[in-house]
T-cell receptor
Framework: GQQVMQIPQYQHVQEGEDFTTYCNSS?????IQWYKQRPGGHPVFLIQ?????EVKKQKRLTFQFGEAKKNSSLHITATQTTDVGTYFC?????????????FGKGTKLSVKP | EAGVAQSPRYKIIEKRQSVAFWCNPI?????LYWYQQILGQGPKLLIQ????????DSQLPKDRFSAERLKGVDSTLKIQPAKLEDSAVYLC??????????FGQGTRLTVV
């Protein structure tokens, strides 16, 4: 069945270091979304990428969507303690456009001050 | 604007008991989702509603789980009877357009 995989599962960084998480789908995606979940919190939408090769930036966060629309990455420059949490990528189930998503297992980021 | 409201926040039940969760989406959001998030995993879609109609319930264990969205606003998710493996956080989400989903705080269910 359709799978969305994320690596690494965990990442521990010193404050100020960069961080990257990678997302790979077993199927071509019409779009990919990224969510952040703080410890004890709920997922919060960060961004949606739609176009092949698309790159979007949000302050220190850079999101990329692969040319084949099967992979994506999130890069954080100069991490801060406020970046702590689990980052999930998610894509439409079975290539659809109904909004129902399949999530990866997430990458848990911890930042040491 | 007010966010997605869910209740209760926590629930502990014994296996084979029944339980119900309630969700009130953001006003004006036609699409409502229920997700199950097991510890250490990403959310898994259980059911999606568009207004009061079901769009996708292919991953809902229908022998024990049921959900409804009467009048296209509030929704309830029920488990009957509960199993130990149902221990998870149940997240309700809503969206205006089929893009970003707004999640509620979730209900943490523990089945003992």
């Amino acid at each position: 069945g359709q799978q969305v995989m994320q690596i690494p599962q965990y990442q521990h960084v010193q404050e100020g270091e960069d961080f990257t998480t990678y997302c790979n789908s077993s199927t071509t995606l019409s779009n990919i979304q990224w969510y952040k979940q703080r410890p004890g919190g709920h997922p919060v939408f960060l961004i949606q990428l739609v176009k092949s090769g698309e790159v979007k930036k949000q302050k220190r966060l850079t999101f990329q969507f692969g040319e084949a629309k099967k992979n994506s990455s999130l890069h954080i420059t100069a991490t801060q303690t406020t970046d702590v949490g689990t980052y999930f990528c998610a894509g439409p189930i079975n290539g659809g456009s109904q909004g129902n998503l399949i999530f990866g297992k997430g990458t848990k980021l911890s930042v040491k001050p | 604007e007010a966010g997605v409201a869910q209740s209760p926040r926590y629930k502990i039940i014994e296996k084979r008991q029944s339980v119900a969760f309630w969700c009130n989406p953001i006003s004006g959001h036609a699409t409502l989702y229920w997700y199950q998030q097991i510890l250490g995993q990403g959310p898994k879609l259980l059911i999606q509603f568009q207004n009061n109609g079901v769009v996708d319930d292919s991953q809902l264990p229908k022998d024990r789980f049921s959900a409804e969205r009467l009048k296209g606003v509030d929704s309830t998710l029920k488990i009957q009877p509960a199993k130990l493996e149902d221990s998870a956080v149940y997240l309700c989400a809503s969206s205006f357009r089929i893009t970003e989903a707004f999640f509620g705080q979730g209900t943490r269910l523990t089945v003992v």
